[in-house]
Structure formats: C-alpha cells, structure tokens
T-cell receptor, first 113, second 110 residues
Framework: EAGVTQFPSHSVIEKGQTVTLRCDPI?????LYWYRRVMGKEIKFLLH????????ESGMPNNRFLAERTGGTYSTLKVQPAELEDSGVYFC???????????FGSGTRLTVV | GQQVMQIPQYQHVQEGEDFTTYCNSS?????IQWYKQRPGGHPVFLIQ?????EVKKQKRLTFQFGEAKKNSSLHITATQTTDVGTYFC??????????FGTGTRLTVIP
C-alpha cells in the first residue's frame, strides 16, 4: 500500500505570510494526525481527525493554525500569519482504529524567516 | 497535562555495545508504542505494548512495559551502525491520542 504523503517537503516563508501543508493518508485509514517537532525536541501532538471530523484539537497552539480534512480524505494545515516560532517539521500520520501503530509521512520542514 | 520523559537524551556507544533507553510517564498508560526516526527521516512504528509487565523481542531489540504501566524500556543488544537514530516512546491513556516522549538520540561509533 502507498504510504502517507506530505507536501511540500520543505517550505521557507517570511514572517506574516501564509503556508498550507497537505497530507494524503493511507487509503482506508480513518484516523489522521498532525504532529510537530520543533528544534529537535519532542514530537508534539497538534490534532486528530476521524474521517472528516476533528476528534481532538487540543494541541493546536493558537488560532493562526487551521486544519481541515475534506471528505475524510486528504488534510491541510494552514498557518496564517506565520510567526518565527512556527518553524519546525510538521508530520502527518494515519492509522486504522486503535490500537494500531501510526504510519508517518516524511514531514514538511517549515522555516519562517 | 500528560508528560512522557525519556532518558538519556543522547547516547554514544561503540559498535557491539548494548544500549538502553528508558521512558517514564506521569500517568498510568493504557498502552505504549515505540518508534525509530533515522537522521533526516520520519518516525517509524516499531512495536506496541499493552499488558502490565509485558516483554517483547524483535531480533536484537527487547521492549518492556512496567508493572505499573508507567514506564517502559527499549534495550538493543550488540548495537550496529544501522541502529543509529532517535528512539521515541509514545504513550496513550485510555482512548486519547499518543503523546511522544522526548526521544533518545543514539550514535553508534564503528
């Protein structure tokens, strides 16, 4: 089966600009997660979709971040306006229903300058 | 909030030596998973432990889940250069989402 696909792989934007990250999960995986790793630290949870519904968005840092999952398929994570502290690697993961392990995408490295 | 701490943060070993990373949670976990992230790569699922005191082996890797389901360990016997990477534990309480540990970066010196 195809893996989790994320793009772009890298994005460099200026502070104040908008960036949209996309994630295509494994087909048939109802669960889709966004995580972020900043400065080589721990991988922090952002939010969880079950199909098209937001199951848990407790990890979203603030209202500059907006995530959507159209029709329960691919998901987008928009940062608007971007700030310097938003730099990091954004990972998307998908899974079947618990208790399966997550399959991660290759991540999007976001640099805000 | 839920916290999962890992020690050590970094570990350098000579090829052939053993390696262990420890994971501790502030709360009782329903299960724990382990992931490996190669340099420049993404986390890859290794295993899940569910039962109190559970021990699982994958070739040279041994995973343990504590009796109180608050801690876990990953032990690698006779490390190889292919073991290089960051090892993360990730815990879950109930049906909540996975919370990742801080990771242990392993360097293997040939």
């Amino acid at each position: 089966e195809a893996g989790v696909t994320q793009f772009p792989s890298h994005s460099v934007i200026e502070k104040g600009q908008t960036v949209t990250l996309r994630c295509d999960p494994i087909s048939g995986h109802d669960n889709l997660y966004w995580y972020r790793r900043v400065m080589g630290k721990e991988i922090k949870f952002l939010l969880h979709f079950v199909k098209e519904s937001k199951q848990d968005e407790s990890g979203m840092p603030n209202n500059r971040f907006l995530a959507e999952r159209t029709g329960g398929t691919y998901s987008t994570l928009k940062v608007q306006p971007a700030e310097l502290e938003d730099s990091g690697v954004y990972f998307c993961a998908s899974s079947r229903n618990a208790p399966y392990g997550y399959t991660f995408g290759s991540g999007t490295r976001l640099t805000v300058v | 909030g839920q916290q999962v701490m890992q020690i050590p943060q970094y570990q350098h070993v000579q090829e052939g030596e053993d390696f262990t990373t420890y994971c501790n949670s502030s709360t009782t976990l329903s299960n724990i998973q382990w992931y490996k992230q190669r340099p420049g790569g993404h986390p890859v699922f290794l295993i899940q432990l569910v039962k109190s005191g559970e021990v699982k082996k994958q070739k040279r890797l041994t995973f343990q889940f504590g009796e109180a389901k608050k801690n876990s360990s990953l032990h690698i016997t006779a490390t190889q250069t292919t073991d290089v990477g960051t090892y993360f534990c990730a815990g879950r309480t109930g049906a909540n989402n996975l919370f990742f540990g801080t990771g242990t970066r392993l360097t293997v010196i040939p």
